[in-house]
């Protein structure tokens, strides 16, 4: 069976060219003549060690010691999982679970006959089963490497040559890591604004707005970008005023132009505000309260806005500095993101990058697809990414989702196509659970139907959208899913509907 499964990729691999004109088969072959040379017999050394232990980090670790290659991976955090498991994605998401099950016990319980006296937040209680649940993740990749044999150090990682790693312990010491391939994968931090000092109390980042110890009367969040919305709706259901304030013309740029409307009717139905062709000049904090001086962004008159707590989230920068990459010779772009090949290989032999630190979407699981292919290339077998078939979820309610292009980006390519939509009103499951506010809209081209995007605005988006990542990924036509018997009643066959919609007509509306 694995003698078949490999050869399958092979023709898989010859039958599919990338951008760059090197073909995967070819570098498969490439990497297979290499992987000699890569990996010296009779040393010491670690054949992979990888700088950072967040999703690319740690995955990539625990995947190369699958493949039979001794990995060491360092994290300065003293805690696995990096920004996401810790500060990021997986708090959040327990801030949003949480907030979410308040709100609906408080509007909308009693239109299901489950009725009770009052409803209060216990908002100690709720940070309290965020930390759980980050402890006890944090935890189980501790037990994933030492399941998989990986050497796990805590502390501060720089080069100290292309295969020197330099650790500052966090126990006070200082260690030195040889490796013949080293990762770097140490993630990304927040943007920061001129002007603006974060001091997670009343001028918060992503982190302290994970943490604050009361709920606020008056949010403003700078940033109508992903985190921002998402950590708005967490306060705003609490019982926050949340006002957003964003430089462009519309929130969450990259989302399809149809599905981002909708989506900010949906949030300014729950009581978001938004001021959108607005920055931020000026913010005192002298007060009781935080004055934030705004201007149109482009220029006029200024206005004054009171918060109690500032959210800054105008997005993420790679975190490259203090690594030792100028000293080794690594070459960055100017947004301080390593330049890496097809391969994940830097410029320095033996020095390869992943994640939020090399151009692509900063995203989680884009990291974790990173580390995967990287040290597949490195053990000499075949690895690949399509960042066009990544999907990407806001997770508010309802949830966006979305893979492949949008409206507006086929278009620009001039390419003919055809638009199939379905509301979750038409959808029974929506209806019958009363929570039918969304849509799913598919674009195909025209001539062969291939589906070219997918988006999803609905409760559970984000578990939606993989059918279509899968379709995309092995260039189905709309008409493919449409003929795929889905479940019913279920969310899903909003989906199916959709793909009728598009190559023909659908039945329920």
Sequence with gaps: ?????????????????????????????????????????????????VIGGGPGGYVAAIKAAQLGLKTTCIEKRGSLGGT?????????????????MFHEAK??????????????????AMMAQKDKAVANLTKGIEGLFKKNKVNYVKGYGKFVSPSEVSVDTIDGGVTVVKGKNIIVATGSDVKSLPGVTIDEERIVSSTGALALKEIPKKLVVIGAGYIG???????????????????APDIVPSMDGEVRKQFQRALEKQKMKFMLKTKV????????????????AAGGEKTTLEADVVLVSAGRVPFTAGLGLDKIGVEMDKAGRILVNERFA????????????????????????????????IAGKAGHVDYDKVPGVVYTHPEVASVGKTEEQVKS??????????????????????????????????????ILGVHIMAPNAGELIHEAALALSYDASSEDIARVCHAHPTMSEAVKEAAMATYDKPIHI
């Design 346 to 377: 830097s410029n320095v032999p033996g020095v390869y990058a992943i994640g939020d630190v090399i151009p692509g979407p900063m995203l989680a699981h884009k990291a974790e697809e990173d580390g995967v292919a990287c040290v597949e290339f």
């Design 1 to 49: 069976m694995a003698m078949a499964s490999v050869a399958r990729r092979k023709a898989y691999l010859l039958s599919r060219n990338l951008s760059g004109g090197c073909s995967d088969a070819l570098r498969y072959s490439y990497s297979l003549t290499s992987f000699s040379r890569g990996f010296a017999s009779g040393s010491d050394d670690n054949d992979v060690v």
């Design 229 to 247: 919305l998402e950590m708005g709706s967490v306060w705003g259901r609490l019982g926050s005023e949340v006002t957003v304030v964003e430089f």
């Design 413 to 450: 390519l001039g390419v003919a196509y055809r638009v199939g939509k379905f509301p979750f009103l038409a959808n029974s499951r929506a209806k019958a659970i009363d929570d039918a506010e969304g849509i799913v809209k598919i674009l195909a081209e025209k001539e062969t139907d291939k």
């Design 107 to 124: 509007h909308s319980f009693a239109h299901h006959g489950v009725k009770f006296p009052s409803v209060e937040v216990d908002l100690p």
């Design 281 to 296: 000049v000026g913010v005192d904090t002298s007060g009781n309260t935080v004055k934030l001086t705004l201007e149109p």
């Design 84 to 100: 996401c498991l810790n500060v990021g994605c997986i708090p959040s998401k327990a801030l949003l679970h949480s907030s979410h």
